[in-house]
């Protein structure tokens, strides 16, 4: 159960404050590279991996240390 998964492991409020801070920063970012005049789907490719590593180590260094 999840429950058990951050008992052990990792604390729920880093995990939550870590998905909203996540969420807003992959809006900015895309909204940021849409209105320099890239395609949605261009600007998406650009920024997955880049948000891919962000959130690997984020999620290794800080909510489950």
Same mark, same amino acid.
């Given at each position: 159960?999840?429950?058990s998964i951050f008992h052990?492991?990792?604390r729920s409020k880093k995990y939550i404050?870590? !998905? !909203?801070l996540t969420w807003l920063l992959?809006?900015?970012l895309l909204e940021s590279l849409i209105n320099l005049d890239? *395609?949605?789907i261009t *600007?998406? !490719?650009i920024l997955?991996?880049?948000?891919?590593?962000i959130s690997f180590f984020l999620q290794r260094f800080y909510v489950f240390r």
């Open positions: 159960s999840s429950r052990k492991k990792g404050i870590f !998905i !909203i992959e809006w900015f890239f *395609s949605k *600007s998406i !490719i997955a991996p880049f948000l891919a590593l």
